[in-house]
């Protein structure tokens, strides 16, 4: 079951120059700052009521955070609903016709295990699924 939108991904050219201005739109500061190695990008963070947003920044050149910049600029780059089941939804979304990034879950910031969808199967909107990792 999709539960809540658990956060937005905004892409920003750099963490540093942007978070500065959210926390101050937001009043709230970053709660944790994170590099996912394996996605090349570094995150940070902000709680908004039961939402976050996040925002990416990439730290190589073959980032997909990296390219998504030198198309279309900084700003709105994804939505990430909460599920209860990962492996469920992306049994259903297949299921449904949707195209997976990620047919299996991997691990993502925030200690959640996460799996895109092809924006080309989602209407052009880049969604992510996350869920809590236990324990
Ligand atoms: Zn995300």
């Not at 500065?20 to 995150?43: A, D, F, M, N, Q």
């Not at 939505?79 to 259903?92: K, L, T």
């Not at 295990?113 to 080309?120: C, D, E, T």
Request: proline fraction near 3%; hydrophobic fraction near 35%.
């Amino acid at each position: 079951m999709i539960r809540k939108i658990e956060h937005l991904g905004i892409a920003v050219n750099s963490i540093k120059e942007s978070l500065p201005i959210y926390e101050k739109l937001l009043g709230t500061s970053c709660y944790k700052s994170e590099e996912v190695e394996s996605e090349g990008v570094k995150t940070a963070f902000l709680q908004v009521g039961e939402s976050k947003i996040e925002l990416l920044e990439a730290t190589n050149e073959d980032s997909p955070i990296a390219k998504f910049l030198s198309k279309k600029g900084k700003g709105f780059h994804h939505i990430a609903f909460d599920v209860d089941d990962i492996e469920f939804e992306i049994n259903r979304l297949q299921t449904e016709g949707f195209e997976m990034i990620h047919t299996t879950p991997k691990s993502g910031a925030d200690n959640k295990r996460i799996a895109f969808l092809h924006p080309k199967s989602s209407d052009s909107l880049l969604v992510e699924l996350c869920q809590e990792k236990k324990g």
